[in-house]
């Protein structure tokens, strides 16, 4: 009998493609037999050919004391320079290691000698892992196999490309780190709780009619499509102190008002998200702004600069040119009726069939299911929906203030202003006491109106946490990429390939470019900051100084390039598919992941290339800001009316 073979169908793709990047790193980068020997002593990972910063450890520079007070470094045998103790402990030192495999670090110190080995693997490995997981996630619009493919080949990579520890290391070390403790500045298990606890708040109001009576009010006002996105938009920059209130509540009050109206869920998704990043960014009173103005300040005290970071991040504002258009851009195509691209298709959709989603869509959380719909015959009311969400909003604010009050206090710094308690604040708990007093509002309210009893209030609450459970494994697999591209250095890569700088009045558009592709490839905004902040404005100083500019020439230079890394941040949290507010964004709109990306990048990408052309580009040939940014602005309204039709 002849046997029968199939063609290769969609769904064997994605296994076909794993298996061939297996078989092509395993044959092209595995190590030597002598190598693999040493794979489980290595220290880290290290890129070919790229600069690593090496500190060593306490217990190392107390081995090597000795009465010389030097130390000689021998990279696989060949001494490369001479150092004191002093300096290693205090600052370490820069290693370059040209070739590939595992690589032998040996300091030798009078009769003292240690040793330390680390693998140097090429520096487009770094790059693939969150290469795979976004191209997967687009092509195949599975987002968990996607993130999981992208963690796991990473973890293929640092292993050696071994293939059983690749995956336990999965659970053991990504998952258990990325929950374990803070990274970034971001406490990810207070954001988890968060969005849990916030989760069980919008079940027990959907249950009650909360959410019911805000649409049946708001609809009197917002009569059709077009004012009802206008209404999202004014909620998304109304709230404008934290990103992942605004994202959750805006998106989880506004659902079945754009529902009611076909409005479709990506738009829906979209307009959240982009109000979400955007304004906190642009916005002075935020939980970001403790965390932009520390890394100002530490590269201003680094260089013994003395200038007030506070200052500097306002003076930088108008620079901030893709936050500026975002905002704006959404504004636009929402007045005009026009929309372009896979969102005119949505559109279209939404308003001919009323399917808010695609036939094909999944949503990531199940807010609209019937264990928290509307229950018997309550009549919906919108104080019951507005007094839980004004609670969240109200106690997030004054848990900002009185962290911040309570920081000042203890480090016996101030004054005791609105803008140096925000500074000093701790948003995570902020948002932990708010969700919380939400869910007891909403709690309260159910059982003294007696709409729910008891059970009902608890079991609404419970459901409501447990349509997060998808996205909360998402933002899980999110965070681990970022723990990936931390491990392989990845934004190491990008910017010693990107960061070729010829001109510094060029350097805000090329920074801009560079803070682009490293927050759409690592998908977080906060983390792009930390990477850059303290490489570019030395380097503008440096580059300045190299081509003579004076402080006056040196001035836009160095805001716009502050504002630059900000605004390419913001794109990748923007837009990005493993950005945990893109993800929160779909979340809380009740859209599909992949459907929300793939609408909402073409206009992303719109925005960014005019931020590019029309704004960065002229500041550096000389224009003005202001007026490059009019110039964008009115190049956005002309794209729109060229390429937009109507719905």
């Known amino acids: 009998m002849s046997r029968r073979f199939e063609p290769l169908g969609k769904r064997h793709i994605l296994p076909a493609i794993l298996a061939l990047l297996i078989s092509i790193l395993t044959l092209a980068a595995s190590p030597s037999p002598a190598q693999a020997a040493g794979n489980k002593n290595y220290r880290t990972i290290v890129l070919q ?14 081995s090597l004391a000795s009465d010389s007070g030097t130390v000689s470094i021998f990279v696989d045998g060949s001494e490369i320079r001479e150092i004191s103790i002093d300096s290693l402990s205090s600052s370490g030192i820069m290693l370059t290691f040209e070739k590939s495999g595992i690589r032998e670090l040996k300091l030798v110190s009078g009769g003292n000698t240690a040793t330390e080995y680390f693998r140097s693997i090429n520096g487009f490995l770094a790059l693939l892992p969150p290469v795979i997981a976004i191209v997967f996630a687009l092509v195949f619009k599975q987002v968990v196999i996607a ?5 796991w080949l990473g973890s293929l990579v640092y292993t050696g490309y071994h293939p059983v520890r690749s995956v336990l290391r999965i659970v053991d070390h990504y998952v258990i780190n990325t929950l374990a403790g803070p990274a970034e500045g971001i406490d990810h298990m207070s954001i988890v709780i968060f969005t849990l606890l916030l989760g069980g708040m919008v079940g027990i109001t959907s249950r009650m009619g909360g959410m019911s009576g805000i649409v049946k009010s708001i609809s009197k006002l917002a009569t059709n499509a077009k004012r009802g996105q206008l209404t999202v938009w004014l909620m998304g920059v109304i709230i404008f102190f934290d990103d992942y209130t605004n994202t959750l509540i805006v998106g989880n009050s506004t659902r079945p008002l754009t529902d009611r109206l076909k409005i479709s869920r990506e738009k829906l998704s979209y307009i959240v998200d982009s109000t979400a990043a955007p304004i906190t960014s642009l916005a002075v009173i935020t939980s970001w702004i403790g965390f932009q103005i520390s890394l100002i300040n ?15 991040f306002v003076s930088s504002l ?11 851009f959404v504004l636009f195509i929402i007045l005009s009726g026009r929309d372009y691209s896979l969102m005119l ?32 015959n309550i009549v919906p009311r919108m104080v019951n929906g507005i007094v839980p969400i004004s609670i969240v909003i109200i106690v997030t604010f004054a848990g900002l203030l009185v962290t911040g009050h309570v920081s000042l206090k203890n480090t016996g710094s101030g004054p005791f202003t609105v803008m140096e308690m925000l500074k000093g604040s701790n948003s995570f708990v902020a948002l932990l006491w708010s969700s919380f007093a939400g869910c007891i509002a909403a709690a309260i309210m159910a059982l003294s109106q007696r709409l729910l009893t008891l059970r009902e209030t608890v079991d609404a609450w419970i459901n409501g946490i447990k349509s997060m459970v998808m996205a909360f494994i998402i933002l899980i697999l999110a965070w681990c990429i970022g723990s990936v591209c931390v491990e392989l250095h990845t934004a190491d890569y990008l910017v010693h390939h990107l960061a070729d700088i010829l001109s510094p009045s060029f350097l805000p558009m090329i920074i801009f ?7 759409f490839s690592t998908g977080t905004s906060w983390g792009t900051m930390s990477i850059l902040t303290p490489i570019v404005i030395p380097l503008v100083y440096g580059t300045a100084s190299a081509s003579g500019l004076d402080a006056h020439a040196t001035e836009p230079v160095l805001l716009g390039s502050i504002a630059a890394i900000l605004s390419g941040a913001v794109f990748g949290d923007h837009c990005s598919p493993i950005s945990d507010t893109t993800i929160m964004s779909s979340m809380a709109s009740g859209a599909d992941h992949i459907d929300h990306v793939r609408t909402q990048l073409p206009y992303a990408i ?25 110039a964008a602005i009115l190049l956005m309204a002309a794209v729109i009316r060229v390429f937009g039709k109507t719905v």
């Open 49 to 62: 050919g790229i600069p690593y910063r090496w500190s060593p450890s306490g217990n190392l520079v107390e």
């Open 147 to 151: 993130l999981l493919s992208g963690v």
């Open 298 to 312: 530490q590269s201003f005290v680094a260089m013994n600069i003395d200038r007030n970071p506070l200052a500097t």
């Open 318 to 328: 108008p620079y901030s040119i893709y936050p500026i258009l975002a905002i704006l």
């Open 345 to 376: 298709k949505a559109e279209r959709r939404a308003r001919t069939t009323g399917k808010v989603n695609s036939d094909t869509a999944v949503p990531i959380s199940s807010i609209d299911s019937d264990n928290i719909a509307l229950a018997g």
């Open 513 to 519: 470019l560079l803070a682009m592709g490293i927050s």
């Open 606 to 630: 719109t925005v960014g290339a005019i931020s590019l052309i029309a704004g960065y580009l002229p500041v550096a040939l000389g224009l003005p800001v202001f007026v490059s940014l009019a």
